[in-house]
Structure formats: C-alpha cells, structure tokens
C-alpha cells in the first residue's frame, strides 16, 4: 500500500508559477499510475492531470492545459505538478491520487485508492 504526501503549495500573486510535489512511499511507485486533484472551498474535487506508471501519456483538465504540466521520476518516488500562469480561480487543496488498476477514466477519482492529505493553493488577484 503506497503513501502520499504532498508539499510545495503557498500563496502566489496571478501570473505566477509553483511546482507541487508528492512524495510516495510504503510500494513500488513504478507501479502506480497518478493523478492530481483540487478541491476549491464548498466545491467538489476535480481532476487537474494524470500520468501512466512509465510516463508515456499525460492528460489535463482543459482548464490547465498549456499552463500546467505533469511529470514524475520514478527513482525518486515523485511526481510533480508544475504551474504556471496562475489564476485565482486555481485556488485551492491540491491532493495527489495514485492507482494501480486503470478500470476506468483517469479523470475520474474513484479510481484512485490512495490519496494524499493535500497543499493549499492560494492565488491573489
């Protein structure tokens, strides 16, 4: 069973850029395809970007393509979410998700058994 733990959010002006990580432990990383999520205050969590177990395919929400990317170094048991040209509508917890068994979209969050407890995003205008 594998463990999450996120970091690198804080509070940034419109425009500018983070980069979230999270750190896997307790399997083997290679093993798990991952996702990243966000949950704005009173709203539903949504899916951000995934990434397949060798990297070989990303996907993104459509509201963060181009400003967002998804990477992750399977030796060091991460995954990364680079962002760029923040907006305050990106404000939010970021959690990260990870799954072994691809059942169904990877957009959808009941596929992913283990998550993260998340970093919060806040951008001002």
């Known amino acids: 069973q594998v463990q999450l733990v996120e970091s690198g959010g804080g509070l940034v002006q419109a425009g500018g850029s983070l980069r979230l990580s999270c750190a896997a432990s307790?399997?083997?990383?290679?093993?798990?395809?991952t996702g990243w999520f966000r949950q704005a205050p009173g709203k539903e969590r949504t899916f951000v970007a995934a990434?397949?177990?060798?990297?070989?395919?990303?996907i993104y929400a459509d509201s963060v393509k181009g400003r967002f990317t998804i990477s992750r170094d399977n030796a060091k048991n991460t995954v990364y979410l680079q962002m760029n040209s923040l907006k305050p509508e990106d404000t939010a917890v970021y959690h990260c998700?990870?799954?072994?068994?691809?059942?169904?979209?990877?957009?959808?969050?009941?596929?992913?058994?283990?998550w993260g407890q998340g970093t919060q995003v806040t951008v001002s205008s």
């Open positions: 307790g399997g083997t990383f290679s093993n798990y395809a």
């Open positions: 998700a990870a799954t072994q068994y691809i059942s169904r979209s990877y957009s959808d969050t009941s596929l992913y058994p283990y």
């Open positions: 990434i397949t177990r060798s990297a070989g395919t990303t």
